[in-house]
């Protein structure tokens, strides 16, 4: 699989939506004190892709995470997951066909840990991961610092990651490429009342190397790319209908020019017998590549420039609608069902002027979760 086709589809945009990868902070290691129970979790992903009528990626992906306290202010973490892909790969323009007209069938296995220390007034995370494809290898570590005002309503987060990256493709088309990115977080919880919690993020990414796609024809993209994302999230409790409206925002900026807004909307809603239901609703607005060119191929290359025909970097608009619900059993256990629809269009930008010439992308993924506490 390609280095940039680690997330198939619109995955890495949902993924995005949320924060940029190394810097995200588990919900365990958001907390102000280490949890005085361990937990375990299973998720089954199931994904499907489709355009102009041919199926394109299929996904599936079981994952294991763990976080257990080893005192009162001591907790480790972890989770290992598989993605087994296989299908046609993405579209190049209209046309579907795989690397060398073989089609996709890869792996990735990745797994990562952390270490957490909780004292008084702050909180000490440091943690790695390792990422392995048949042609895509990703080391990274990570040092989270969290603390908090001593009426512990507000908590100020700083993280750093860095990760290397090792790139050879089985065709030759990338060999032994390398790729460098450090990651930064700051950002700032504040509890408003009893019944609202806000969070804002900034997030910024520097990276050098090798970002083309070697499985793409012409593919030649800039050996440096700067994004900067600001995410905002507000939670809103009304306890007269036990229900939480969950609101997000992002802006992305990309110096690939590929900037993008993120507004997603979901409302959480608890129900008798330890049910729960949380529909959501995501809105993607994202502008093309400064070197991304249209139909037909080839049109726009000038020889030793960065030109891409990639469809994720055009202009386009993208709806996803979901809905969770989870279920509260006995002796601490939780089971819970996803299932999101995916759905982008050139027309739907911001502004109504996407890329020409690209289909429609569809997608939807359901995952199934079983966890305990104990």
């Given at each position: ?52 009528g041919?199926?394109r ?7 294991f995470?763990?976080?257990?306290p ?19 790969s ?41 990422s ?27 993280a ?12 030759g088309?990338a ?75 992002r ?7 590929a ?6 909307a ?44 990639d ?19 006995d002796d ?6 996803k ?36």
């Amino acid at each position: 699989m390609a280095a940039t086709e680690r997330v198939a589809g619109p995955g890495a945009l949902v993924a995005a939506a949320l924060a940029l990868p190394g810097v995200a902070l588990s919900p365990a290691a958001q907390a102000q004190s280490a949890p005085d129970a361990a937990f375990v979790q299973f998720k089954y992903l199931d994904y499907r892709d489709w355009q102009g009528g041919g199926r394109r990626m299929r996904v599936d992906s079981p994952g294991f995470y763990a976080v257990k306290p080893l005192s009162d202010s001591l907790v480790v973490e972890g989770s290992l997951v598989y993605d087994g892909m296989s299908g046609a790969s993405p579209l190049y323009f209209n046309a579907l066909s795989g690397a060398s007209g073989e089609g996709v069938r890869d792996y990735r296995t990745a797994g990562d840990a952390k270490v957490t220390k909780y004292f008084e007034r702050f909180a000490v995370g440091v943690g790695g991961a390792y990422s392995h494809e048949r042609d895509y290898i990703s080391r990274a570590g990570t040092v989270e610092v969290r603390a908090w005002t001593q009426d512990r309503n507000r908590t100020y987060a700083f993280a750093f990651s860095g990760a290397a990256d090792r790139i050879h493709t089985e065709s030759g088309a990338a060999d032994r490429e390398s790729k460098y990115v450090l990651d930064f977080l700051a950002g700032v919880t504040q509890v408003v009342n009893p019944t609202l919690i806000v969070q804002s993020n900034v997030t910024y990414s520097r990276g050098h190397g090798y970002f083309t796609d070697p499985y793409k024809l012409l593919d030649r993209r800039p050996d440096h790319r700067r994004v900067l994302a600001w995410l905002t999230r507000a939670n809103q409790h009304f306890p007269d209908s036990g229900g939480t409206l969950k609101a997000a925002y992002r802006y992305l900026d990309d110096s690939f020019g590929a900037d993008s807004h993120m507004l997603e909307a979901a409302w959480h809603q608890s129900l008798p017998q330890g049910w729960s239901v949380t529909p959501s609703l995501r809105y993607l607005s994202q502008k093309a590549a400064w070197f991304f060119y249209g139909p037909p191929v080839g049109s726009g290359l000038r020889p030793g420039q960065p030109y891409t025909a990639d469809a994720r970097l055009s202009a386009f608009g993208a709806l996803t609608p979901g809905i969770l619900v989870a279920k509260q059993l006995d002796d601490g256990w939780v089971v819970d069902l996803k299932v999101e629809y995916y759905q982008q269009k050139s027309s739907w930008k911001l502004g109504g002027e996407g890329s020409e010439g690209i289909l429609p992308l569809s997608a939807r993924w359901i995952q199934l979760g079983v966890g305990r506490s104990f």
